[in-house]
């Protein structure tokens, strides 16, 4: 009693309503309403909205477009319960199929509303995909005696036949006027007839890649979704006589040549959601593509959007090529070959350190977030089939270990890289690093280093760890220095989080690691020293890599007593317990400040300089010996900063004046009384003005330290060439006279030289 009238409100109301979200939501009640009474909604309903799809009303067109999708899928639903096949008549087929070549031709999918019909068009082809929809006139095998004896049995009415209808109305259905229906049967009249297979097939790939194309990222979206299920649909169970043989290499065309980055964006989306019949021909450049695409590029083609969807492109092809279905044997042939899989995995891993940024931040923490998500889904599929890598490394190498690519060594990459991200900066990266590596641990996956010990610190019993919180994770991950394996990820992740500029994020790791060190140093565990070695390592590894260096820098500073530490921590830095470790870090330093114009690193070494002033070794003259001599330094404000910087540890640090007396030689000029006038020149001294005043004042301070003076070498230029004097021949102007004699002598002597004629006036311009 009230079905059809409600259904009727949908048609002529909500569907054609100003709010998006209930049209689309009208739409979607429809397909759920078509099993209640299927014939009704094929017979009236669909031939009545149809014409909507070209309406000029934008709320008409788009909701007309999503009803066509909505009710041609719920119909199928239904129908496939009954194991029969949903009754179109060919005059709706053909009718739906003319839907995109209309709106094309009245060019209704561009300008004003362009955006909402590409995204409806697209729900429209997935939900035609999805309900297999026939690409030909003769698919339908149900007669229309079936239909009438459904339909009777449904309702015990008659049903009128499908050669009756059009793309009008029937009678009993919602009742638009005679001029409206005149005008939508005229432009659905004008599209193209397709009566070929591929030229239905054709025209929605055509569709699809054109909004694969655009920058509308809902657009793209839909259209990367719709792709997936038209591809299973028309390119796999279909097979038309249009083979996709091209479809990858089309793509992987775009990604490599196309300027725009939108395009290459939608072509890296729709390789990772084709079906694995078509990716297994051409999976090795489908992979290669992707593998480039992921990684920093020229300034040209630099995109972070790219590089993200390439990693998870990348990502669902090797679930895509790996996947087999429960208690299937694996099949060597159709998984992807042990370079491939060694292919993507290093791909995931340069993904872990992409640390690009532009004006919207870290936008390389979308590309390691993805990656991470990546690597767990590579160590899954891996640990479920432990067989596959041993059999392609046996098939491969020819029983060769020497370069065998293991799942021993894709874990223990895998949990290192984790851990790193885990103590860095980010608290969103943090936290989905931490929750893979929890429910690592927790699905006991074989191969893990020291997974006792990680247990123990990563997996409490009481209570859940909020990986995102700097209180929870660093307290439980720094233990892990001692293991030889975790230190160096550990430590180079955790130099980032110590020498970031947000307090709490500083205060939180700084407290951890200080109170670590200080109990390892009190206790005599050897992890002390090792931990100075490896930061040690970690300084040479990342030359010249200020995201590194410059956090690395105000680490040292912290543990050379420098701000942020206690009074007791100020008392007693941790130096390492070498010499050589310090002079080795002072070496570094220089090296690293050496002809840089970086202003910020050469700023943040200063402390490091004078924080290694306090240690009793041989860097307490180096570093004091360098310390002046970047008071001449080309920046002033470097100037500047070095002398606050040494005023203010001379002043407060009584053990760097007791070690300049130490050091000091017996014959050397230095007395106890210098330190006042050293630290009023460090003082009065305009240190930022005239360059050549602080050389002199710097040349002051030396003798007043107990120091020698510099010897200046003055820079001889280079010497110049023996000036040859160049004899220029006489030049003898002649004039052109008729009794002019000139004898051979002249001749030889002198260069003659004719003077041009007078300009004169050209009475014909011929003459010219």
């Not at 031709?105 to 082809?125: D, F, P, Q, T, Y």
């Not at 370079?339 to 640390?355: A, C, E, H, P, W």
């Not at 200080?514 to 005599?524: I, P």
């Not at 010996?625 to 001449?632: A, I, N, P, R, S």
Request: hydrophobic letters at 40%; one cysteine or more.
């Amino acid at each position: 009693e009230y079905r059809r009238p409600i259904i009727d409100h949908l048609v002529n109301i909500k569907i054609q309503h100003w709010d998006r979200p209930l049209r689309i939501l009208a739409a979607q009640t429809l397909g759920v309403l078509a099993p209640t009474d299927p014939l009704y909604l094929l017979e009236t309903v669909l031939p009545t909205v149809i014409p909507w799809t070209v309406s000029v009303d934008l709320n008409i067109r788009h909701g007309a477009l999503l009803t066509v999708g909505e009710i041609v899928l719920g119909l199928s639903k239904h129908f496939q319960t009954l194991n029969q096949v949903v009754p179109y008549s060919s005059s709706l087929i053909q009718s739906v199929k003319n839907i995109i070549p209309s709106i094309e031709s009245a060019k209704l999918n561009k300008g004003h509303g362009g955006e909402l019909v590409r995204g409806a068009l697209c729900r429209m082809i997935q939900c035609l995909s999805m309900a297999h929809f026939p690409v030909s006139n003769t698919e339908t095998s149900e007669s229309t005696e079936e239909t009438e004896d459904v339909k009777s049995q449904k309702d015990g009415k008659e049903s009128p036949s499908f050669s009756s209808l059009n793309l009008g109305i029937n009678t009993t259905g919602p009742l638009p006027s005679a001029k409206q229906i005149a005008r939508r049967q005229a432009l659905m009249g004008n599209a193209p007839k397709l009566e070929k297979t591929k030229d239905f097939v054709q025209l929605l790939q055509d569709t699809l890649d054109e909004n694969l194309k655009l920058s509308k990222f809902e657009i793209q979206e839909a259209a990367m979704i719709a792709l997936k299920e038209f591809a299973l649909e028309y390119y796999v169970r279909v097979q038309p006589s249009n083979s996709p043989a091209t479809l990858i290499k089309r793509y992987a065309k775009l990604i490599r040549t196309d300027p725009a980055p939108p395009t290459r964006r939608g072509c890296c989306r729709a390789i990772g959601v084709l079906p694995k019949s078509i990716l297994t021909p051409h999976i090795n450049e489908a992979i290669d593509v992707l593998s480039k695409a992921s990684q920093e590029q020229s300034a040209e083609f630099r995109d972070a959007e790219m590089r993200l969807l390439a990693i998870q492109a990348l990502h669902k092809v090797f679930i895509t090529m790996m996947q087999t279905n429960e208690g299937e044997k694996v099949d060597h042939e159709n998984t992807l070959s042990l370079d491939l899989i060694r292919l993507v995995f290093n791909t995931f891993q340069k993904g872990m350190s992409d640390y690009s940024q532009d004006n919207r931040g870290d936008v390389g923490s979308w590309v390691r977030e993805a990656s991470i998500l990546a690597l767990q889904s590579i160590v899954n599929v891996l640990h479920l089939q432990p067989q596959l890598l041993h059999e392609k490394n046996e098939q491969e190498s020819q029983g060769s270990s020497s370069n065998a690519f293991t799942l021993e060594h894709i874990v223990q990459s895998t949990v290192c890289l984790w851990l790193k991200q885990l103590t860095e900066r980010m608290d969103k990266i943090r936290f989905v690093a931490g929750t893979c590596l929890e429910s690592m641990l927790k699905s006991n996956t074989t191969y893990i280093p020291h997974v006792k010990e990680l247990s123990q610190q990563l997996l409490p019993s009481e209570y859940s760890i909020n990986w995102g919180s700097p209180a929870d994770t660093y307290r439980r991950v720094i233990p892990l220095i001692e293991t030889d394996t975790y230190r160096y990820p550990i430590i180079i992740g955790l130099i980032t989080s110590v020498g970031d500029i947000s307090k709490t994020l500083a205060e939180e790791s700084r407290s951890c690691l200080v109170s670590y060190l200080f109990m390892a140093r009190k206790e005599g565990n050897p992890v002390y020293s090792l931990f100075w070695s490896t930061l040690i390592k970690i300084l040479e590894d990342e030359q010249k890599n200020e995201r590194v260096i410059v956090p690395a820098f105000k680490t040292l500073v912290l543990l050379f007593g420098g701000e942020g530490m206690s009074r007791d921590a100020y008392e007693n830095p941790l130096f390492p317990l070498e010499n050589e470790m310090l002079s080795k870090i002072f070496s570094l330093v220089v090296a690293e400040i050496k002809n840089s114009s970086d202003i910020v690193k050469i700023i943040g070494a200063i402390p490091v300089l004078c924080g290694m002033l306090s240690s009793p070794t041989s860097a307490h003259t180096q570093c004091l010996k360098h310390l002046l001599t970047l008071l001449v330094h080309k920046y002033p404000k470097v100037r500047r900063v070095c002398a606050d910087s040494l005023y203010t540890k001379l002043l407060t640090d009584e053990r760097v004046w007791n070690l300049v007396r130490s050091f000091s030689k017996p014959n050397s000029t230095f007395r106890e009384e210098n330190l006042e006038v050293i630290l009023e020149l460090l003082s009065t001294v305009n240190w930022d003005a005239n360059l050549d005043v602080a050389k002199q004042e710097r040349m002051n301070l030396y003798p007043l330290f107990g120091l020698p003076k510099p010897v200046i070498v003055q820079k001889q230029a280079p010497p110049q060439p023996e000036q040859v004097p160049v004899v220029l021949p006489t030049i003898t102007i002649i004039e052109n006279k008729p009794n002019t004699q000139i004898s051979e002598a002249q001749k030889q002597s002198h260069a003659t030289i004719s003077p041009p004629p007078p300009t004169q006036p050209l009475d014909d311009p011929d003459e010219l």
